[in-house]
């Protein structure tokens, strides 16, 4: 049984920085994908980050040059770095981790990120 726990939420000001982490416990395949996904009430879910066990990444558009996706695959543990934070990146942030091979999605509970001034 894969489980996902956040951490590094907060409030922060337009301009601050957070750090989440995202530690993955359970027996997990070596070959996977592990992702931040954010969600504002009444609106879709939408990938942040993701990051590769190779260490491929992809940025959503919005978050470019902002955001830093990093990863410790001896401890199973996925990083955001979140520099310039701005109003609406506002959400609820949660860690994925896709196991393709396996066909397998897990999901964490989540952490809110409020940017209020």
């Known amino acids: 049984q894969v489980q996902l726990v956040e951490s590094g939420g907060g409030l922060v000001q337009p301009g601050g920085s957070l750090r989440l982490s995202c530690e993955a416990s359970g027996t997990i395949f070596s070959v996977n994908v592990m992702s931040w996904y954010r969600q504002i009430p009444g609106k879709e879910r939408e990938v942040v980050a993701r990051?590769?066990?190779?260490?491929?990444?992809y940025y959503r558009d919005s978050v470019k040059g902002r955001f830093t996706i990093s990863r410790d695959n001896s401890q199973n543990t996925v990083y955001l770095q979140m520099n310039s934070l701005k109003l609406e990146d506002t959400a609820v942030y949660y860690c994925?981790?896709?196991?393709?091979?396996?066909?397998?999605?897990?999901w964490g509970d989540g952490t809110l990120v409020t940017v209020s001034s």
């Open positions: 990051i590769s066990n190779t260490g491929n990444t």
């Open positions: 994925h981790l896709e196991e393709p091979l396996q066909h397998l999605i897990h």
